[in-house]
T-cell receptor, first 111, second 113 residues
C-alpha cells in the first residue's frame, strides 16, 4: 500500500516497550488537542483528546500529557504492539474547530 | 456502521476534467469539514460547515473548488479543471459543535494524470 509520510521522524521500538511520541504546537490560544493514528491508505483515526484545562488524560494503553507552558504534547503508548505501527499526528483546535496538524511521527514496532 | 463515509475511495482523472466527491458524516454531528493531505504531510484544512452553512474557507480552496452541504447532511466537494497539483487525499470529518468526536472518513485518493 501507499506510504503516508516518507520522510517523517521515525521512532523504532520493540514489542512490549513503552513508546513516547512528542509534539510541539504553535498557538497558545488552542484549547483542544487530539492525537490521531494514520495507517497507510486510511484516514486519521482518533486515539485520545485533551482540553487545555487538563494536564493529563488516560485511555486504554494511551496517555496524553499537555504542557501549556512550553506548548508541548506527548502521547505515551504502553506495551506497544505491532498493530500500533502507523504515523501519529497531534492536532490542535485553534478556536474555530478547524484542526492544525503537526508533523507526523512514524512508529515502527518490531516483534 | 455509523462512521464518516466517503465516496469514491479512489479517483483517477485526466487534467482539465471536473471531479466530485461525496461525504456522509456521522448523523448526530452537525459540523462537517474537508481537509486535503499530500504525501508526507498532515491534513490541511479546506473548509467547514455547520449544518448547511459554509462558515470558513481556507486560502487553499481556490475558485476551482466548491463545496456544498445543501440539506445539512451529506456534503460534496467539486474540483473543476483539475490540475496535477490537485492530486492528494481528500478527507472529510465531522464533529459535534464543540469539536467533540472529531472523526475522519477514509478519504478519497485523487490522482490527476
Amino acid at each position: 500500500g501507499e506510504s503516508v509520510g516518507l520522510h517523517l521522524p521515525t521512532l523504532s521500538v520493540q514489542e512490549g516497550d513503552n513508546s513516547i511520541i512528542n509534539c510541539a504546537y504553535s498557538n497558545s490560544a488552542s484549547d483542544y488537542f487530539i492525537w490521531y493514528k494514520q495507517e497507510s491508505g486510511k484516514g486519521p483515526q482518533f486515539i485520545i483528546d485533551i482540553r487545555s484545562n487538563m494536564d493529563k488524560r488516560q485511555g486504554q494503553r494511551v496517555t496524553v500529557l499537555l504542557n501549556k507552558t512550553v506548548k508541548h504534547l506527548s502521547l505515551q503508548i504502553a506495551a506497544t504492539q505491532p498493530g500500533d505501527s502507523a504515523v501519529y499526528f497531534c492536532a490542535e483546535n485553534t478556536g474555530f474547530q478547524k484542526l492544525v496538524f503537526g508533523t507526523g511521527t512514524r512508529l515502527l514496532v518490531s516483534p | 456502521d455509523t462512521g464518516v463515509s466517503q465516496d469514491p475511495r479512489h479517483k483517477i482523472t485526466k487534467r482539465g476534467q471536473n471531479v466530485t466527491f461525496r461525504c456522509d458524516p456521522i448523523s448526530e454531528h452537525n459540523r462537517l469539514y474537508w481537509y486535503r493531505q499530500t504525501l508526507g504531510q498532515g491534513p490541511e484544512f479546506l473548509t467547514y460547515f455547520q449544518n448547511e452553512a459554509q462558515l470558513e474557507k481556507s486560502r487553499l480552496l481556490s475558485d476551482r473548488f466548491s463545496a456544498e452541504r445543501p440539506k445539512g447532511s451529506f456534503s460534496t466537494l467539486e474540483i473543476q479543471r483539475t490540475e496535477q497539483g490537485d492530486s492528494a487525499m481528500y478527507l472529510c470529518a465531522s464533529s459535534f459543535p464543540g469539536g467533540e468526536g472529531y472523526t475522519f472518513g477514509s478519504g478519497t485518493r485523487l490522482t490527476v494524470v
